[in-house]
Each structure stands twice: as C-alpha cells, then as structure tokens.
C-alpha cells in the first residue's frame, strides 16, 4: 500500500482549509437548557443540534473531504451480523479509492469508515470544534479544566453496526444524517464492564470492544437517533450501535480533571495494584489515596516506565473498498497492513 506517498501528499494540505466550502461554523450550533448543561458528564442525555445544517457536512463536502483525507488517519473496518461476536471487525484497505468510489461502496457494503482527527485536518471543523467545547465548558462549570480531546467524522453503511465498546475519555455523538440505532449502558457498573477490561483497554491491552450479551438490552437506554440530535453519556458508559440507513455522525470526546483522574485510577490499579495481586481494586476517585494513584499513575506515564500494549494485530488485511463489487468490498491476493494502521508511526 503506497501510504507514505500519498501521506506526503496531504499533509501538505493541512494547514488551511483543504475544501472550498462556506464556514459555517459559528451559524450552526445548539441550544441546551441550563438543566441541560448542569447533566452534562453525569447523566445520559438527548441533545439537539444544528451542525446537520452545516455545509461542511453535504455530500460534495464528504466527497472532496474523503478524496484528501490523509490516508493514515482514514480508518475503514467491516464486520458480521451477531452483536455478541465482535472478533468479526476487520480492517478494510480504503487507501486507493477516490471519495466518489468510497460514497459509492458505502451504499453497497457494510462499510464503517472512520475519519479521525478532523479537527486537525481542516481549519473548519477545527472551528467548529472548537467553538462547540468553548460553549460547554463555559456553561458547565461543574467540570474541572474541559478541554476538547479527540474528534472523528464517522461516515457508515447502512445495516452496519458497531460493537458494544468503550471509550476511555468522556465522549459523546452529534448525529448529522440518517438514521442509527444507538444503546449506552450503565457506566462504572461491573455487570456491563468487568474490571481488567477498562484496565487493559486504557493500558491499550486490547481494543475497546467488550463481550457483550443480548440481555444487557433490557438495561440500556436506547434511542432511534436523527439528524440534529445528539447523545452523550457518563464517562466509561458502554455502548454500541446499529445502522438503519446511510450515517454520518461526528464523535468528539473531552478531558477534565475529573476524566483524568479516573482515568488515573484505572491505570493505577492495572501497573500497580493487579501486579500486588489484589483483587477487587478501588475506583473510587475521592479523597487522597485515589490522587496519589492517579498522580503515580501519571507521573510514571510521563517517564515512559508503563509498558504500553501492541494493537496492530487487527490492521493487517486482505480486503479493500471496491466500488465496482456488489458488496462494495472485494479481496485482495495477500493480506497487508492498512495505511491507517501507520498513523503512530
Ligand atoms: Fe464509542
């Protein structure tokens, strides 16, 4: 795969903005409650938005965004159908193929593609971004030092879905076009999220994907979500996803002090606390043993002394976007790393 090429290619592209489109950012955005607001972090709640009407956002936008997309940050993964089998996600080569012939084999396949740092790739998002975390933090005072972390474009087919998982720092969907089933379930609750699994996922172990069972249903909260609303939900809240139609969603996550000290914790208890042998590990983040866990935890990060997990094992792959096939997807003679797999690299 001719990834390094084309990466030169388009980061010369980065700074700027690399579509010819019409900021829009400040003219769309939303309007919660001051109840709204003061939930926000805690609890699971439906939001609306405005960001659907957003030029940046049409399907010329994605098109030319999808044909510039620096190919290392251009994640695309198909999967099965049976929600309690996750070992069925697997990495797509997406590198060669034009926006159009992305759109198009999106129609056809089961195809997730996963745009990430969108912010960092074009000044307009970035704006977006930006002023979107500048409105939260101003009215949520509750939370400690919010600072916007991590955001991705998710463009996806219809009938797909994505495991049940979860994601280390607080984060939340602003659903943009079509229509997609969405659960989140019980957040810090060891039913739902045994304890070594947020330990190894934060150690980056394993992926976020979780075992899941059709039961954990009758817990969540479900919602058919639409254009112009969003969710978001307590940090470590599991959750997973079905597709009805085409999808287009912007996910975007946060650090606070509050996120990082759970976070802290967690990787305290997974280096420090499991390598003692103890078994049911604290998580609770008040009061001063916590602080000192997640400082040592962080102090040690610092310094490189935390042996990080390898996921590369799931990049490697012999199938790739194809326009021209039925299923939008076709194989390939010898399986390969995917280009987005050199994104740290
Ligand atoms: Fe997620």
């Not at 044909?67 to 251009?74: F, S």
């Not at 989140?184 to 039913?191: E, G, M, N, T």
Request: proline share 4%; glycine share 4%; net charge negative.
């Amino acid at each position: 795969m001719t990834d390094i090429s084309h990466q030169l290619h388009h980061d010369s592209q980065l700074h700027g903005s690399a579509l010819n489109v019409t900021p829009t950012s400040s003219e769309h955005s939303f309007d919660w409650s001051a109840e709204e607001y003061k939930n926000f972090s805690s609890e699971i709640q439906l939001l609306k938005h405005e960001y659907h009407k957003s030029t940046l956002f049409s399907d010329d936008a994605l098109v030319k965004l999808l044909d510039n997309y620096p190919r290392t940050w251009l994640q695309c993964y198909t999967m099965g159908t049976n929600p309690e089998n996750h070992n069925e996600w697997t990495p797509v080569h997406i590198a060669d193929s034009s926006g159009a012939e992305i759109m198009q084999a999106l129609q056809k396949g089961r195809i997730w593609i996963n745009a990430v740092n969108i912010d960092k790739y074009d000044k307009q998002y970035g704006k977006l971004i930006e002023e979107m975390y500048t409105k939260i933090s101003t009215n949520c005072p509750h939370i400690q030092n919010l600072r916007n972390a991590f955001n991705a474009l998710l463009i996806s087919s219809p009938g797909i879905q994505v495991y049940y998982h979860l994601d280390t720092d607080p984060n939340m969907l602003w659903h943009i076009r079509g229509v997609k089933k969405f659960w989140v379930y019980p957040a810090q609750d060891k039913r739902f999220t045994p304890q070594n699994y947020i330990e190894e996922i934060i150690a980056q172990e394993r992926h976020e994907n979780m075992p899941y069972h059709s039961w954990y249903d009758d817990h969540a909260y479900k919602v058919s979500l639409e254009e112009g609303q969003a969710v978001s939900w307590p940090q470590h809240s599991p959750h997973r996803v079905e597709n009805v139609t085409v999808n287009v969603s912007l996910t975007s996550s946060y650090e606070s002090t509050e996120s990082r000290k759970l976070v802290g914790v967690h990787g305290a208890n997974y280096y420090f606390l499991k390598k003692l042998g103890i078994k049911n590990r604290p998580t609770n983040t008040q009061g001063v043993f916590p602080a000192i866990k997640a400082f040592s935890y962080y102090v040690c990060n610092k310094l490189s002394l935390l042996k990080k997990g390898s996921r590369t094992s799931t990049y490697v792959s012999d199938i790739q976007v194809d326009a021209n096939s039925d299923t939008g997807l076709s194989k390939l003679d010898n399986a390969s790393r995917t280009a987005f797999s050199y994104i740290d690299e």
